[in-house]
């Protein structure tokens, strides 16, 4: 008897041997190779959690023991009330011992079973919706290329399209911010920012420290006035937006200066004249209406005109031909305002950074990639145009709205959207860095 049980134990364990290695040949090795396998039967142990790798080898223990008891248990016992060997048929004492350790193993196996067909399920559903996203990510940069091939501009002669565009507005948002520059000489920055305003940027500049508010508001009146436009049509939309921010009176001697510009290059000599009557004492307005009041008074003009013809012109006198033939030829302004071009560039732009951030299936690492994507798509005159965008009030919702919460809603810093702007002192005037601190640029 004993040597029948002993080659029924051989018998059985060669056989759940075999099993697992045929099984492991069957659906491992052959579809992959036999290095691929182990290496994919590796990382897919390492994915188990402690419990299910727990489970695996109480199961396969079970088993092994099934087939290891009734030899054991029809061996002599050492105590007489745990001796099985007259307990019956052979075959009843087969199944009795052996089958509630292969019943209880069968039901840790089929648990198993049940659980990695809802982690597959769980997958699948992972799947589609990274297919959803991306799909939206996808079309949503689509249409950043569209709007960017779409755009077209004409500045000084120089026409433009598509990416070349940019350039010229950024080009546009230096003038203008050199050009309003006098105005902020001496100035005592409580005196033209409203109470309510001036307290936001003083709490940007606590985060921000090396922020000079003096060019951030220099800067947010400058980009304000290229993006909005500064034509007679524009005036309403601009001077509201702008006199939430700052005194009525401030931007009003902005405003008159600058709508005197021209976008034909031929009077550029007569805006420069004008220029030169730039500075902070000056009211614009005053002069502008008085200059006006002159154009309607033939005596005076008859006196400008015999002293043009003498050469005896004073330079009150010069700056008024220049205003009036401004006056005369003004009909399109160089700050024409580019809101039709830009507004829906910026806010597609913006969307596709807050599809990334608000996906909660993403992992920071999986957005921080999909962010370079994008970052890839940008030129570095988009790079400096979204800066000055990001710094303006207009585009506070970059990041500046929530310097004071945590930083999981700057974007800008975050996505490293700036990382690869090539110049960070723009004109040695205005610092990129001190505005953004966190971001590891690759020029600096």
Known sequence: MGGIWGVYALFVTTLFIVAVLFSFYL?????????????????????FSPTIKFLIWVALLLILIGFWMPFLFTRKALIADFDFTSTGAI?????GILNPFVALAAVIVTGLAFYMQYQANQQIQDQFKVQQFESQFYKLLDFHRENVKEMSFSLYGEDADGRKVFKL?????ETAYGEISPFFENLNLDGIVKNDFLASIKSIKAKRQEIDLAKLIQLDIAYTIVFLGISVRDQYPLTRFLIKKY??????????????????????????TIRQTAAPGVDFKSLRDKWMENLDDEAVMDQLYQDIEY????????????????????????????????????????????????????????????????????????????????????????????????????????????????????????????????????FR
């Open 27 to 47: 659906f491992i090795v052959k579809p992959n190779g036999v290095k691929k396998a182990i290496s994919l039967s590796k990382d897919k142990y390492t994915e």
């Open 169 to 173: 507005i950024v080009q546009q948002i």
């Open 91 to 95: 075959g009843d004492t087969f199944g």
């Open 311 to 442: 050469n005896e012109t004073k330079d009150y006198e010069i700056k008024e031909i220049a205003f009036q033939t401004l006056i005369k030829n003004n009909s399109i302004k160089f700050y024409g305002g580019h809101q039709f071009r830009l507004g829906h560039y910026f806010r597609n732009l913006f969307q596709i950074y807050k599809l990334i951030d608000r996906t909660s299936f993403l992992t920071d690492i999986e957005k921080f990639n999909y962010s370079k994507v994008i970052r890839s798509q940008l030129s570095s005159y988009e790079l400096y145009l979204l800066f000055f965008n990001s710094i303006s009030s207009l585009g506070y919702e970059w990041e500046f709205a929530y310097i004071d919460e945590q930083k999981q809603n700057c974007l800008i810093s975050k996505y490293q959207i700036l990382k690869n702007v090539p110049d960070l002192h723009i004109y040695n005037i205005i610092d990129i860095p001190s505005f953004f601190p966190d971001i590891d640029y690759d």
């Open 247 to 272: 005194e009525k009176s401030f931007i009003r001697n902005i405003y008159y200066f600058l709508i005197l510009k021209p976008s034909d290059i031929k009077f550029r000599k007569e805006w420069n």
